[in-house]
């Protein structure tokens, strides 16, 4: 399979995506026998990678500049390109449904994702991180697999050192959102009268925001219940997601951005136990059983229905939430998926390192016929 090989990772991106997608992947290959090497596409001189590996994924890279040297030294060594990608940034036609790019110039958006459209086109294969990754995906390559998003060791031993100072539950019910960036605002919305009629109507609740989230005009009066905390590092996520008793992961419906994502929330929540009420996206049905270890809403009166039973009722919040802590941890690390996603891996990338992509143009052609058509 892929024991003994020698792998780069070319990571065109920071923060959470390329934790979960290059460190968290490196760690599952690392178990299986490969060793692997992740490289900053913008920080390092990277023209000699390819040939120091056998197989090289690209995380999130645009086509052009750099990535031109690597898949140059790639063709002449057959060396597999596979492309990674965990959000929908690859069809210029989203250029004004991706919140973090809304700052920028309409043709500036459209060009960033363009290039990661040639980028994906020209690859040997695709990585995606779930089901509507892979069908978009699959209509401009062919070669797609799904590598879904898992906790690395790492996450697990942090989880289990915050479950270890667990304080007694108190009377008050924290209803918690962890927002990663500054571009979940519609994502909030779908849950926000839920949350509104919640704390109007029980008083033990409250409400717990972690990260950047402009709450609307209705939520004014009600400050005294909501607590606002800045966005911590990583490594305190644990602690921060023990402070609630209910976890809220949604997602704006009918975005196709939004409905590309991966299940992290569930994943980082389930972890210390925390139960979630997730909008009703495939991804989140894929990993939830709504009732069991999660509940799942698709609109505001079924949002407000599954959050006040999780805050009614304690029972069944511990019931949900320990079972998505047994889940999580059974079936969504690093650990338990590694031979799985390297063997899909393995049947992507194709025997290594002898297989080079037939009609494979080079990248640079395929930029500037790009080029001219955005013109």
Same mark, same amino acid.
């Given at each position: 399979?892929?024991?003994?090989?020698?792998?780069?990772?070319?990571?065109?991106?920071?923060?959470?995506?390329?934790?979960?997608?290059?460190?968290?992947?490196?760690?599952?290959?690392?178990?299986?026998?490969?060793?692997?090497?992740?490289?900053?596409?913008?920080?390092?001189?990277?023209?000699?990678?390819?040939?120091?590996?056998?197989?090289?994924?690209?995380?999130?890279?645009?086509?052009?500049?750099?990535?031109?040297?690597?898949?140059?030294?790639?063709?002449?060594?057959?060396?597999?390109?596979?492309?990674?990608?965990?959000?929908?940034?690859?069809?210029?036609?989203?250029?004004?449904?991706?919140?973090?790019?809304?700052?920028?110039?309409?043709?500036?958006?459209?060009?960033?994702?363009?290039?990661?459209?040639?980028?994906?086109?020209?690859?040997?294969?695709?990585?995606?991180?779930?089901?509507?990754?892979?069908? &978009?995906?699959g209509a401009l390559n062919?070669?797609?697999?799904?590598?879904?998003?898992v906790v690395s060791d790492?996450?697990?031993?942090?989880?289990?050192?915050?479950?270890?100072?667990?304080?007694?539950?108190?009377?008050?019910?924290?209803?918690?959102?962890?927002?990663?960036?500054?571009?979940?605002?519609?994502?909030?919305?779908?849950?926000?009268?839920?949350?509104?009629?919640?704390?109007?109507?029980?008083?033990?609740?409250?409400?717990?925001?972690?990260?950047?989230?402009?709450?609307?005009?209705?939520? @004014?009066?009600?400050?005294?219940?909501?607590?606002?905390?800045?966005?911590?590092?990583?490594?305190?996520?644990?602690?921060?997601?023990?402070?609630?008793?209910?976890?809220?992961?949604?997602?704006?419906?009918?975005?196709?951005?939004?409905?590309?994502?991966?299940?992290?929330?569930?994943?980082?929540?389930?972890? @210390?136990?925390?139960?979630?009420?997730?909008?009703?996206?495939?991804?989140?049905?894929?990993?939830?059983?709504?009732?069991?270890?999660?509940?799942?809403?698709?609109?505001?009166?079924?949002?407000?229905?599954?959050?006040?039973?999780?805050?009614?009722?304690?029972?069944?919040?511990?019931?949900?939430?320990?079972?998505?802590?047994?889940?999580v941890r059974a079936r969504?690390?690093?650990? &338990?998926?590694?031979?799985?996603?390297?063997?899909?891996?393995?049947?992507?990338?194709?025997?290594?390192?002898?297989?080079?992509?037939?009609?494979?143009?080079?990248? +640079?052609?395929?930029?500037? +016929?790009?080029?001219?058509?955005?013109?």
């Amino acid at each position: 399979m892929l024991a003994g090989a020698r792998i780069a990772i070319v990571s065109g991106t920071g923060g959470g995506s390329r934790r979960y997608r290059c460190e968290h992947r490196a760690e599952s290959l690392e178990q299986v026998g490969a060793a692997v090497e992740i490289v900053p596409f913008r920080k390092a001189e990277i023209e000699g990678v390819a040939a120091r590996h056998e197989l090289l994924i690209l995380h999130r890279v645009p086509a052009g500049g750099k990535l031109d040297t690597i898949a140059r030294a790639a063709r002449s060594r057959a060396v597999p390109v596979l492309y990674d990608t965990d959000d929908l940034i690859f069809d210029p036609a989203l250029a004004g449904r991706i919140p973090w790019m809304t700052k920028l110039p309409q043709p500036e958006r459209e060009e960033k994702l363009e290039r990661r459209r040639r980028a994906l086109v020209a690859s040997h294969g695709v990585l995606v991180s779930t089901e509507a990754l892979a069908r &978009a995906a699959g209509a401009l390559n062919p070669h797609v697999a799904v590598l879904s998003n898992v906790v690395s060791d790492g996450m697990v031993a942090a989880a289990n050192a915050a479950l270890a100072r667990r304080e007694p539950e108190a009377a008050a019910v924290t209803i918690g959102y962890f927002s990663g960036t500054a571009s979940h605002d519609a994502d909030f919305l779908q849950a926000a009268t839920a949350v509104l009629d919640v704390l109007a109507a029980l008083p033990q609740a409250r409400l717990l925001v972690v990260g950047p989230l402009e709450l609307d005009e209705r939520f @004014v009066g009600l400050s005294s219940r909501i607590e606002r905390l800045e966005r911590r590092p990583f490594d305190e996520l644990p602690e921060l997601i023990r402070l609630a008793d209910v976890a809220l992961a949604p997602l704006e419906l009918g975005n196709r951005f939004a409905e590309a994502k991966s299940s992290i929330k569930y994943l980082e929540a389930g972890l @210390v136990g925390v139960p979630v009420v997730a909008s009703r996206t495939e991804e989140f049905a894929r990993v939830i059983e709504d009732g069991r270890n999660g509940l799942l809403a698709a609109d505001p009166a079924e949002w407000r229905e599954k959050l006040f039973a999780l805050v009614a009722d304690a029972g069944l919040r511990r019931a949900v939430g320990e079972r998505a802590h047994a889940d999580v941890r059974a079936r969504h690390t690093t650990s &338990a998926t590694a031979e799985a996603q390297a063997t899909a891996l393995a049947a992507l990338a194709g025997p290594l390192p002898q297989r080079p992509r037939r009609g494979w143009p080079p990248l +640079r052609a395929i930029v500037r +016929r790009g080029t001219k058509r955005l013109r």
